[in-house]
């Protein structure tokens, strides 16, 4: 299986409880900041932070947060300088696993994260040793209970779309990363309103493990994700439809 996985899917549905801690808003003050500084600060020139902003306000950020993250991103407010960095490695039964950061310190989030890695019974990698395993693309997620699949099929596929189709409760459309804003746009035109959206690397070939081993790659991946530092984690760990996860 390629793709959108059922990790992806428990991701989306975590999207609620990572917001009530409020660290959703870090990761998403840090993404607009850096967006803005490397694209500008007009939305609709900068398709990278359209994307950030769309993620702001589906967490319900409030817009004078949005607008002081653009302007430190400008320079014009005081911001912190933070740059962009992806760590490889492997986590229990070899999985792979790609960590994506922002951060103002690059060895506190190269400890942190060799940290987790380590104490989770993983590694750190070397850089492009799992890199290859993984292909970009927009993954856009609707509510099967309110949408139906055939209709947002159409859209997609006219607006551009490579693929739709059904996971757990959602409608997924994936894109092309360089069509993912125009597919969004056209699809929120039409009167659709995602659960979720962003460009993702999903792995091209996914890996099967035995409960325990699943259960403690998730932990693990959720230690790093409860990261400041941290945007994203991407695996190629299958998780299984009937898998559940403890709390």
């Known amino acids: 299986m390629s793709g959108h996985s059922k990790w992806a899917s428990i991701k989306h549905k975590k999207g609620a409880a990572d917001a009530k801690r409020g660290q959703v808003f870090t990761k998403i003050i840090k993404e607009i900041t850096v967006a803005a500084k490397m694209g500008g600060g007009d939305e609709e020139g900068n398709a990278r932070l359209r994307t950030a902003i769309l993620k702001a306000k589906a967490a319900n950020m409030p817009k004078d947060n949005i607008d002081k993250a653009i302007k430190k991103g400008t320079g014009e407010l005081e911001g912190v ?3 962009e960095l992806t760590y490889e490695g492997y986590g229990p039964g070899g999985v792979a696993l790609m960590v994506e950061t922002l951060t103002d310190n690059k060895n506190r989030t190269a400890a942190d994260v060799r940290s987790i890695l380590t104490k989770g ?6 850089t492009g040793c799992v890199s290859h395993l993984f ?8 509510d099967g209970s309110k949408y139906s699949e055939d209709d947002i099929f159409a859209a997609a596929l006219d607006a551009g779309a490579d693929d739709v189709s059904s996971d757990d409760g959602d409608i997924v459309v994936k894109t092309a990363p360089e069509d993912f804003l125009a597919v969004l746009e056209a699809l929120n035109k ?12 999903n792995a091209e070939v996914m890996k099967s493990l035995d409960k ?3 259960s403690k790659v998730l932990k693990l991946i959720e230690r790093l994700e409860d990261l400041d530092d941290v945007q994203n984690v991407s695996t190629d760990l299958d998780v299984p439809d009937d898998f559940e996860m403890e709390d």
Do not use: L
Request: hydrophobic share 30%; charged share 30%.
């Open 81 to 83: 300088e933070y740059v």
């Open 190 to 201: 039409a009167g659709f309103e995602q659960t979720s959206a962003e460009v993702e690397r």
């Open 121 to 126: 019974g993983g590694n750190m990698g070397t």
């Open 212 to 214: 325990e081993k699943t």
């Open 135 to 142: 292909k970009k693309e927009g993954v856009i997620c609707f």
